[in-house]
């Protein structure tokens, strides 16, 4: 059966949490009250700190600012989100992550460490006192020798109808005692996301932490994309050509088979370079450029007129790299729309000039079905990121009875 919800505020298991969490919190004071003790005595001797009410408030006055200038130490954000997560009840996304970076961040960890330990050393001190008085006072009335010590100290105690309430006052002190820890672990619950929570730099931080992730998985995204589905709409090609003139011609199947087992060859080995930068926290991946355009072409399986103007060695490598896949792109995309029969052909103009360089590839429109992947569609996308990430702009589609590619790459675009 479910406790009352104001015997669960009290003393749920929450509610135990949170006063653990303030007790450390009282641990955590000793040391700033003691030095503060000194520094009260250096200025003002006389009684000790903790024989001296009065004393013991300037000396807890002098502990919190000490406590708050160590609160402003980077690496004391980390230490007390951690304890707010396990004991506070506060959900892990409302507070922040890693030490604080800006000034007013470190400022709230500051502000709230002072609140902790001073909520934490209010509540410590009570929790010693309350519940040993509060057991005297339960027990007066059974005990005579505690009524006789009651008896001869004077007050309330001494009366009969102060002992026969006695008991009474000590429960209601321990619930004030709960109350009171329940209170101000609520306050510090709440306080928590506002003093420990993400600062605007932490925003910005974390924003561009995902972003970077986000452009990593898109860049392996279209890796894969273009080198597995490019070898597998070549190696469709191949095969259903070489299914078509079995018995027919021999040696073309011989040629067809040997360009099958090259394309997956080359295509594992790009596929281990892809994963391989998964498995590292950093780095760039090796893919070809336009130094290895004819040796895409010549495993294509298919005719490619192909016809370079200017010096490719005046291209950046970044320009280059991103100039191969959008040929590769467009090769698979001649397999899909051009069909699967053998005498297909491809032209292909690379030039550099000026500060672009400038690709366009043509091939003839098939009235046969096209070799379209399941999940197929992204290459065209995937084109236009790379061309924009360049500064550049890519247009495909039918025109004049063929399917047209157009690429432009400004060369200083690499960023």
Not at 7 to 26: D, E, N, P, Q, S
Request: with cysteine; hydrophobic share 50%.
């Amino acid at each position: 059966m479910p406790s009352p919800p104001p015997v669960r505020t009290l003393f749920g298991l929450k509610a135990r949490h949170r006063w653990v969490h303030l007790v450390l919190g009282g641990a955590l004071l000793m040391p700033y009250f003691l030095v503060g003790s000194v520094v009260v005595g250096a200025v003002a001797p006389g009684r000790s700190a903790f024989d001296s009410f009065p004393r013991a408030l300037v000396t807890f006055a002098v502990a919190l600012p000490l406590a708050a200038v160590s609160g402003l130490v980077p690496i004391a954000r980390p230490l007390l989100v951690s304890g707010v997560r396990a004991l506070c009840g506060v959900e892990a996304p409302a507070l922040a992550d890693g030490p604080a970076r800006s000034f007013d961040a470190r400022l709230r960890a500051a502000a709230w460490y002072a609140l902790h330990v001073a909520l934490g050393g209010i509540l410590s001190g009570m929790s010693l006192a309350l519940p040993p008085f509060t057991v005297f006072l339960i027990a007066l009335p059974v005990f005579p020798g505690l009524r006789r010590s009651a008896a001869y100290a004077g007050g309330p105690l001494s009366t009969d109808w102060g002992i026969a309430l006695a008991p009474l006052a000590g429960i209601a002190m321990l619930l004030g005692l709960a109350a009171c820890s329940a209170a101000a672990g609520a306050l510090l619950a709440r306080a928590a996301p506002v003093l420990l929570g993400p600062a605007p730099a932490d925003r910005l931080a974390e924003a561009e932490r995902r972003a970077a992730e986000l452009a990593v998985r898109n860049r392996l995204a279209r890796e894969l994309h273009d080198s597995v589905g490019h070898a597998l709409s070549a190696v469709t090609l191949q095969a259903s050509a070489a299914r078509r003139v079995l018995d027919a011609d021999p040696a073309f199947v011989r040629e067809a088979l040997a360009a099958i087992e090259e394309t997956t060859r080359r295509t594992v080995g790009e596929l281990d370079a892809v994963l391989g930068l998964l498995r590292q926290d950093d780095g760039d991946l090796a893919t070809p450029d336009l130094a290895a355009l004819a040796d895409l072409l010549s495993r294509t399986g298919i005719e490619v007129a192909y016809v370079l103007e200017g010096d490719p060695a005046r291209v950046p490598e970044l320009v280059s790299r991103e100039a191969y896949r959008i040929v590769q792109e467009g090769l698979t995309n001649a397999l899909r729309h051009g069909g699967s029969s053998s005498d297909m052909s491809v032209t292909l103009n690379v030039a550099v000039s000026g500060g672009e360089l400038a690709l366009m590839m043509e091939n003839p429109l098939s009235g046969a079905a096209p070799l379209v992947r399941p999940g197929g569609g992204r290459g065209l996308r995937g084109m236009a990121e790379r061309a924009a990430l360049l500064g550049g702009h890519v247009a495909a589609g039918p025109a004049d009875g063929v399917w047209r590619l157009r690429a432009r790459l400004p060369l200083g675009g690499a960023r």
